[in-house]
């Protein structure tokens, strides 16, 4: 009886993974497009000085340049380096991994548009709190 539970449970999950694979595939060809694309220097232009300017644009340029966590340490150490705010690299390095507006499509497929949509304000939201509170807690100068 369990062996053929098993079975079951195999087949249901390359089942959903087959159905899957075209939007996965799509994702990964998007994020590695915006990987190849938008550089250092190109991201470093947007930033002011500003505070809360700085923050706010870390974080829509995090959540539009999605992609894998080790490249954002990277990216934001490359800022850094080039006199970017520690709340724009922590916005920036916070919505990379959090929100992704290449991956709503299949978010929306997989959980819906309610939880898309409220999962996405909450991680604005909270990045962009995470990042003021980041920089303060470790008086970072800004």
């Known amino acids: 009886m369990q062996l053929s539970t098993f079975i079951l449970a195999f087949y249901k999950s390359v089942k959903g993974f087959a159905l899957n694979l075209p939007m996965l595939t799509g994702i990964i060809l998007l994020t590695g497009l915006f ?10 232009s947007l930033f002011s000085g500003r505070p809360f ?3 706010l644009i870390g974080t829509i340029s995090g959540g ?10 990277l990216i934001g ?14 916005a ?6 959090t929100l992704g507006i290449v991956q709503l499509p299949y978010e929306y497929s997989l ?26 807690t470790l008086q970072l100068q800004a």
């Not at 539009?64 to 340490?73: D, E, L, M, R």
């Not at 920036?92 to 991994?97: A, G, Y």
């Open 35 to 44: 990987e190849v694309f938008i550089t250092p220097e190109m991201l470093s």
């Open 53 to 55: 300017y700085d923050t």
């Open 64 to 73: 539009i340049s999605v992609g894998q966590p080790f490249v954002s340490y």
């Open 77 to 90: 150490g490359e800022l850094l380096d080039n006199d970017m705010s520690y709340y724009a690299v922590t």
């Open 92 to 97: 920036f390095i916070l919505s990379w991994v």
């Open 111 to 136: 959980f819906g548009g309610r939880f898309t949509l409220i999962r996405n304000l909450l991680a604005f939201i909270f990045v962009l709190l995470i990042s003021f509170a980041t920089v303060q």
